[in-house]
């Protein structure tokens, strides 16, 4: 059975730090893109950032551009997100996500397989 398990949300004040990791079991993704997406209360879910399979190509939302930083390690089949300089407005549920296809990895059909999320909450 594959499963995606997130960790590393929590509480913290606007400005501060939170690195996120995915961890992987049940198959390996160490040939596949991962993602990470987020759904605020009352929004759809969207893209937060991805990395193709070998960690040479991320991808980034414009409003996490330059604070958010992708990065895997496929020896321990695990994908991480650091975020710093967090705002109120990145409060969500974060979401790691797996490709096996060849779609488009900026949007959510682009991906098979989900994690359970993880709460993100941004003080002001």
């Known amino acids: 059975q594959v499963q995606l398990v997130e960790s590393g949300g929590g509480l913290v004040q606007a400005g501060g730090s939170l690195r996120l990791s995915c961890a992987a079991s049940g198959r390996t993704f160490s040939r596949n893109a991962m993602g990470w997406f987020r759904r605020a209360p009352g929004k759809e879910r969207e893209f937060v950032s991805a990395i193709n399979w070998s960690g040479a190509s991320t991808y980034y939302a414009a409003s996490v551009k330059g604070r958010f930083t992708i990065s895997r390690d496929n020896a321990k089949n695990t994908v991480y997100l650091q975020m710093n300089s967090l705002k109120p407005e990145d409060t969500a549920v974060y979401y790691c996500?797996?490709?096996?296809?060849?779609?488009?990895?900026?949007?959510?059909?682009?991906?098979?397989?989900w994690g359970q999320g993880t709460q993100v909450t941004v003080s002001s």
């Open positions: 996500a797996a490709s096996t296809s060849n779609y488009d990895i900026t949007q959510t059909i682009g991906y098979s397989y």
